[in-house]
């Protein structure tokens, strides 16, 4: 299985908008303070937007802030605002993937494999991920 480093930036990136929903963020802190490199940052952030994750505002009072409630936003919206498809079997969708004789229970399998995962990732939410007020480790409750 592989997670893009899309779907890694924007869950991190939303995490740092999470950790502060007071305030807006600009692109530059957040790929500062996440290690992330800031043009890439930038193109995915504009697929949050597009995708209801975030809001903006631009000036210089300007930024980026969660377009919902942490406890409301998951691992498996964020995948799928960036990536679309959650698991491809050679860039193919699995609802199109068959085999034919000794292998065609295969395609199941993948299909078994793709739905625990958004079940897994559905269940999890950007605030469970964050540390609690008291600086506990994060509610590891939701997985």
Do not use: N
Not at 22 to 38: D, K, M, N, V, W
Not at 100 to 116: H, I, K, N, Q, T
């Amino acid at each position: 299985m592989h997670i893009s480093a899309k779907a890694d930036y924007a869950t991190r990136a939303l995490l740092e908008l999470a950790r502060e929903p007071a305030r807006p963020l600009t692109c530059e802190s957040i790929a500062s303070s996440q290690g992330i490199p800031f043009r890439f940052l930038k193109s995915v952030v504009g697929e949050l937007r597009r995708a209801g994750l975030v809001r903006s505002q631009r000036g210089c009072e300007g930024g980026y802030w969660l377009g919902g409630s942490a406890e409301e936003i998951t691992l498996l919206d964020v995948s799928r605002a960036v990536d679309g498809a959650l698991l491809t079997l050679r860039g193919d969708l699995l609802d199109d993937v068959a085999y034919p004789g000794a292998a065609a229970a295969l395609p199941d399998v993948w299909r078994r494999v793709e739905s625990d995962t958004a079940a897994l990732l559905g269940r999890v939410t950007l605030a469970s991920l964050l540390p609690a007020a008291d600086g506990a480790p994060a509610r590891r409750g939701a997985a």
